[in-house]
């Protein structure tokens, strides 16, 4: 266990809220992978919940976007009280999603968490070719770091909005109808995070259209 100091937050959606994070002496850790965190407050040093990192090795700091949650009464909406000067506890490291090479990634919410490291650190080391995206929200105003992510990725970069509520919006939802007219072959890897239903939903569609288990990440 390490405690943390947070140096600064900010909202990058009505809900989503950034943390830069105190990063301990010659700590190392891989793009995509996750940590446990708990709040340095009494009562809530031992709820433990995973966050993925979103910052780089070769940054000075930390960083981790978190969704809060305001109608549970849990640690992320404590979170939300958070700021500068207050402590997170980091308890062990852990894989989430391991880049295996180029492939389509496929994203709902807050799952572009783990995405954001690997395309962070592909985008720095010049190796984003034959990546893309496929990012879906409810509305536009959802989208994290989308104007980042369309910089790293330009036309790769597709959003997807399921409840946009605006006119002339045509409702789209990542289903196999939507993977045959945007992705066409299957014949490659595929990167998937996002809610659970989401997670296993795509993961199922994509192996019934042809895709490798093996060759699918989640």
Same mark, same amino acid.
């Given at each position: 266990?390490?405690? $943390?100091?947070? &140096?600064?937050?900010? =909202?990058?959606? %009505? !809900? ?45 700091? $930390?960083?981790? &976007?978190?969704?809060? =949650?305001?109608? %549970? !009464? ?145």
């Amino acid at each position: 266990m390490i405690t $943390l100091k947070i &140096i600064k937050t900010s =909202y990058l959606t %009505h !809900n989503v809220k950034q943390f830069v994070v105190e990063k301990p002496k010659d700590f190392v850790y891989k793009p995509g992978h996750s940590t446990y965190l708990s709040i340095n407050q009494p009562g809530w040093e031992d709820k433990r919940r995973p966050f993925t990192f979103t910052s780089l090795n070769a940054w000075p700091h $930390l960083e981790f &976007i978190i969704k809060i =949650y305001d109608e %549970h !009464n849990g640690v992320t909406k404590q979170m939300g009280t958070l700021n500068a000067g207050d402590e997170f506890i980091m308890h062990e490291v852990f894989g989430s999603i391991d880049y295996k090479g180029p492939g389509i990634f496929l994203a709902g919410g807050t799952g572009i968490t783990p995405f954001i490291a690997i395309f962070r650190a592909l985008h720095y080391s010049g190796n984003m070719r034959k990546i893309a995206l496929i990012y879906s929200n409810q509305k536009r105003d959802d989208v994290i770091l989308g104007e980042e992510l369309f910089q790293m990725l330009g036309p790769a970069y597709l959003n997807v909005f399921t409840r946009e509520g605006v006119i002339g919006f045509k409702e789209r939802k990542i289903d196999k109808k939507f993977l045959i007219e945007t992705i066409g072959r299957f014949d490659r890897r595929f990167y998937v995070c996002g809610p659970k239903s989401f997670t296993e939903e795509i993961t199922e569609a994509l192996i019934s259209l042809g895709a490798e288990p093996e060759s699918i990440v989640i």
